[in-house]
């Protein structure tokens, strides 16, 4: 396909700097108003994980490779049982998705409320802590674990040019109905077109996917 040999302009997109300063502003101050509004979601959603696991911590930690492979902490709120990535070993015979990502829609290590939140995509809500401090963005390719960057071409690891971000075109098409290869194009046709209304657009339909999930699991 003709679209396949398309390819990132990473200098060019090193060099948006009007949109870059404008993007990373927008950023800051987005991420901390929706901590504040969201602060009292987050204890609600604190409390019901302490109910039913009282002994595993609220948030979950995980490392993530950003811009240029650059690795860093990325948060979330804890969906699955505390030795999950252990467990993971066991299940990846069981993949459902094609290419390097593991995903499982009726995975066993997810827990009751890890079910709901990972549903409306509440689970992903901390991560705006990631934006505010500039390891990542609102908007961009969603970050990968550096096990399924091994994995990656040449041609998959041009989504690693830019900041990653809380959503993108991948979880407003379908997220987990996606597979990795049409998650790929869909990542590099979001840094090839992006612009400051673009993100927007995403945005506000990433609000109607919250609303009405269209794949999260």
Known sequence: MEYWEDRVDS???QHRYVYRSIKRIFDFIASLIGLILLSPLFLFVA??????DPLGPVFYTQTRLGKRQEPFEMYKFRSMVVDAEKLKKKLLDQNEIKGAMFKM???PRVTKVGRFIR???IDELPQLMNVLTG???LVGPRPPLPSEVKEYSSYD???LTVKPGCTGLWQISGRNDVGFEEMVRLDLDYINH?????D???LFRTVGVLLFPNGAY
Do not use: C, G, P
């Open 157 to 159: 690891k041009q989504r």
């Open 119 to 121: 549903k409306y995509s």
């Open 135 to 137: 390891e990542m963005s």
């Open 200 to 202: 927007v657009l995403i």
């Open 47 to 52: 409390f019901a994980i302490k109910i039913e």
């Open 11 to 13: 200098k060019y997109q």
């Open 194 to 198: 992006r612009n400051a209304s673009y």
């Open 105 to 107: 829609k009726n995975d």
